[in-house]
């Protein structure tokens, strides 16, 4: 059967993926102009770029020759036996937050691992980064606001790195949902200290990447990656940098996109604050100390940080009624509301993401309040 014309652009972009760095300003053009599909058959054909006039730049024959060794079959085929999928603009799952990239900041395409979707997932959301080498301070305040904003139905997305982010990711799954923007090929799990955490961030939040399956991260990768965790989220929270963190990378993207920058404070003789300090100094963040300060910068004056049942619209609504405490399946769901398989799920992930339901092993089911650690 042949592939439809949305079908073909997917494939021409995870083909993409595999040969081209994210984020390249020419190609988001070109991929703009002519679609990815066109774009994918001249590279592989070793033509010109389609409909552009002169001489393309030298990495189009770098793409090229890595083009014609690249199996797009084969690399959909290995990612889903890795657990992962590949979302692309347009699809059902994609971020909407990230339409509207400028095009050296555009993503080809994101492959994704988790049990959660992903664009319910950031559809309230915070960033929460800092320092690798964090100090004691650094990891207490950020275990605290990733707890709080969890437990307040936020999804806390990091990075996947020590410090800092290990410790956002582990007490937002105290409370809640996490999502963890890699910097290699979600089969590698780098930091290898960090491959039971990813596990459990798989279980109910999700893993991204813009690299495909095998793929290990180089230096530069993690720079490039810091420009999705800005871009997924309203707002990004700076815990611990030091004068030359990577953190600063993200703060540095989230100001550029126009999203919410906020800062934590730290002592002023600690080096892993100086960072922050001076984003402050220069104006380019807010202030916060507390879960409070986060949620009245994120959240639109007026609307709950938490909505209930009566804020839905009627079809999750009745999706919500259709869950017990006990436990009900996808199937059982969508016989309940009416309202077919693919309308429940795409319902239930949306509550899933403000906290109201849980996935649990017959299904789904109302959320339970967790208890403090």
Request: hydrophobic share 40%; glycine share 14%; with cysteine.
């Amino acid at each position: 059967m042949e592939a439809s014309g949305d079908e073909e652009e997917a494939r021409a972009r995870a083909g993409l993926t595999a040969v081209a760095r994210p984020g390249d300003l020419w190609l988001a053009r070109l991929l703009a102009e002519r679609g990815a599909a066109r774009v994918w058959a001249a590279l592989v054909s070793g033509a010109p770029p389609p409909g552009w006039d002169g001489e393309p730049p030298p990495r189009w024959a770098i793409w090229a020759r890595r083009a014609v060794r690249v199996d797009i079959d084969r690399l959909l085929a290995d990612s889903a036996e890795a657990g992962v999928r590949f979302v692309s603009p347009g699809d059902p799952e994609w971020p909407g937050r990230l339409d509207h990239l400028p095009g050296d900041r555009d993503c080809y395409g994101l492959w994704v691992r988790g049990h959660g979707d992903l664009r319910n997932l950031c559809l309230r959301s915070v960033g929460i980064v800092g320092a690798r080498a964090a100090s004691a301070y650094g990891e207490h305040v950020a275990s605290e606001l990733a707890y709080g904003l969890a437990e307040r139905g936020f999804t806390v997305v990091s990075g996947g790195a020590y410090g800092i982010d290990g410790a956002a990711h582990r007490s937002a799954l105290l409370a809640g949902h996490t999502v963890a923007v890699l910097a290699g090929g979600l089969d590698v799990d780098y930091p290898r200290g960090h491959a039971g955490l990813f596990a459990d961030v798989t279980r109910t939040g999700a893993l991204v990447s813009e690299r495909p399956v095998g793929r290990s991260p180089r230096a530069q990768d993690f720079l490039i990656r810091n420009r999705l965790i800005a871009a997924l989220t309203p707002g990004t929270v700076v815990v611990e940098a030091g004068r030359r963190s990577g953190a600063l990378n993200t703060a540095t993207h989230a100001n550029d996109l126009h999203r919410v920058l906020m800062v934590v404070p730290g002592p002023i003789t600690s080096a892993t604050s100086m960072g922050c300090h001076r984003l402050l100094k220069d104006g380019r963040a807010t202030c916060v100390t507390g879960v409070g300060d986060v949620v009245e910068q994120i959240v639109p004056l007026g609307e709950s940080p938490l909505p209930g049942p009566a804020d839905l619209d009627p079809e999750t609504a009745r999706v919500l009624a259709a869950v017990d405490r006990r436990g009900v399946g996808i199937a059982e769901v969508a016989k309940r509301c009416g309202e077919g398989l693919e309308g429940a799920m795409r319902s239930l992930g949306m509550l899933a993401a403000v906290g109201l339901v849980e996935r649990c092993p017959d299904g789904w089911r109302l959320a339970t309040r967790k208890e403090g650690r």
